[in-house]
């Protein structure tokens, strides 16, 4: 027997994330806006719209979350020495419009579809001149080769999408993301679904439950996020984040 997908409107609700449809990727709910407000309401539930042109605007709470505890994220071996090798210059919540369209079009470039339609591109722009989306920019010699974007709410940090057209780039600015994490205090990075990208950079699986409950005990004092990085980070084995 078919289950019927609750049908948003106009007024401000979502429907229980554990009514999400029993599927990989959690299908709760079609329709309702992008506003900021609805946005707010939607990331403090631990929902978020997934959709591509040409389709209504859709809801997700996937059974099985992927997440990053900054506290216990060690970068691989491989990882710690581009680090310390790096070329890229990074910048944080400067040139968001740039970082996310190039998330959009580095997914159209290898003949993918994306979620990042215009009317996203709109919606998150918003919430970053409002204080809470964020993004980190990875240059090299002048020219953004990488980043990511996401949505803080409170001390829980929702990624939405990241991007790489030279090696390593998307990896170190996740890096620098656990980075300001750590130093602001915010304890959670919600990844959303897992990947074998995420899963290589170390974020674990859990399930939505425990998501939510990890959601529901966040601290929502807005963090003050710094408009510029400290210095680039040491990481020891065993001991995690270092100042140089």
Known sequence: MAIALTELDQDLWFPHPEQALDEPEGLLAMGGDLSPNRLRL???????PWYEDQQPLLWWSPPNRAVVFPD????????????????????????????????????????????????????????????????????????????????????VFCGESMFSIESNASKIAFCHLVQTCRTLGVNLIDCQMPNPHL??????????AAFLHLLADRDDTPCAWPQHFGPLPIWDKGTGLKAP
């Not at 939607?42 to 978020?48: E, L, T």
């Not at 899963?199 to 939505?208: D, F, K, Y």
């Open 42 to 48: 939607a990331y403090r539930h631990g929902i978020f």
């Open 72 to 155: 216990r994220f060690q970068p691989s071996r491989s990882l710690k020495r581009t680090l310390k090798q790096s070329p890229f210059h990074l910048t944080l919540d400067e040139h968001f419009e740039a970082v996310i369209a190039g998330c959009q079009q580095h997914r159209l470039e290898q003949g993918l579809g994306t979620w990042i339609t215009q009317e996203m591109i709109t919606a998150y722009t918003h919430l970053f001149h409002a204080g809470e989306a964020h993004c980190i920019a990875c240059f090299n010699q002048g020219r953004l080769v990488g980043g990511l974007y996401g949505v803080s709410v409170g001390n």
């Open 199 to 208: 899963l290589s950079l170390g974020a674990e699986v859990i399930p939505r």
